[in-house]
C-alpha cells in the first residue's frame, strides 16, 4: 500500500548546527509534499511545500528537495534555533490524489 | 479569522460506548479532513468532507464515521469504542478539496478509552 518513511525519528542538534529530515514514499504518481511542524501540546502548521514540477525550494533557513525518480524527499533547516525544537512531519498526496499519507516524525531538539 | 476549532478537548470514555467530536472550520474553508494521531504512528487520514458530502475516506472500520454541515462545521463519531481507540483526533480545514493544498489544523479532542 502507500506509504511514506521518515528517518530518523529522533534528531539531536547544537544551536547553529544543521539538521536533515529524509522521506521516501512508495507511489511515484504523487505530486504534492508538504511539510507540517507541531510544537509540543500545540496543532501542526505547515512550513513548507513542494510539488513535482519543482527540485528545490527554499524559504529563510528552511529548505525541502525532492528527488522523484528515487522517490525521496528532503526537509533542510540551517542555522538552527531552539524554537526549531518540535515534530516535523513530512508527507506525501496518495496516488488517487485525495488524501495525504504521512510519515510518523521526528523529533528534534536543539540544544544551546 | 478565527482558527479551527474542535470540541471537545479532552474527554474519557469507556469501552462500547460511542463518541461525538465537533470541528469548526475556518470560515470559507468547505473542506474538512479528520485525522488519528497516535504516539510513533503520525497522523493517519480518516476521511474528508466537502460541500456535506464525505469525499475520501481512508483505512479505518466503519465504526468511524462522519458528517458535515450546510455551515461547513463536521462531526466524526466512533460507537463501540475500544481500547485501540485512545487518540488525538485532529480535525483539519482547506480552501481547497483532496489535501492538495494547505491545511489548517485544529488542537484536536484527545480521547481515552478506558
Known amino acids: 500500500g502507500e506509504n511514506v518513511e521518515q528517518h530518523p525519528s529522533t534528531l539531536s542538534v547544537q544551536e547553529g548546527d544543521s539538521a536533515v529530515i529524509k522521506c521516501t514514499y512508495s507511489?511515484?504518481?504523487?505530486?504534492?509534499f508538504p511539510w507540517y511542524k507541531q510544537e509540543l501540546g500545540k496543532r501542526p502548521q505547515l512550513i513548507i511545500d513542494i510539488r513535482s514540477n519543482v527540485g528545490e525550494k527554499k524559504d529563510q533557513r528552511i529548505a525541502v528537495t525532492l528527488n522523484k525518480t528515487a522517490k525521496h524527499f528532503s526537509l533542510h533547516i540551517t542555522e538552527t534555533q531552539p524554537e526549531d525544537s518540535a515534530v516535523y512531519f513530512c508527507a506525501a498526496l496518495n496516488q488517487a490524489g485525495t488524501a495525504l499519507i504521512f510519515g510518523k516524525g521526528t523529533t528534534l531538539s536543539v540544544s544551546s | 479569522k478565527a482558527g479551527v476549532t474542535q470540541t471537545p478537548r479532552y474527554l474519557i470514555k469507556t469501552r462500547g460506548q460511542q463518541v461525538t467530536l465537533s470541528c469548526s472550520p475556518i470560515s470559507g474553508h468547505r473542506s474538512v479532513s479528520w485525522y488519528q494521531q497516535t504516539p510513533g504512528q503520525g497522523l493517519q487520514f480518516l476521511f474528508e468532507?466537502?460541500?456535506?458530502?464525505?469525499?475520501n475516506k481512508g483505512n479505518f472500520p466503519g465504526r468511524f464515521s462522519g458528517r458535515q454541515f450546510s455551515n461547513s462545521r463536521s462531526e466524526m463519531n466512533v460507537s463501540t469504542l475500544e481500547l485501540g481507540d485512545s487518540a488525538l483526533y485532529l480535525c483539519?480545514?482547506?480552501?481547497?478539496?483532496?489535501?492538495?493544498?494547505?491545511?489548517?489544523f485544529g488542537e484536536g479532542s484527545r480521547l481515552t478509552v478506558l
Open positions: 507511489d511515484s504518481a504523487s505530486n504534492y
Open positions: 483539519a480545514s482547506s480552501l481547497v478539496y483532496g489535501n492538495t493544498g494547505e491545511l489548517f
Open positions: 468532507y466537502f460541500s456535506e458530502t464525505q469525499r
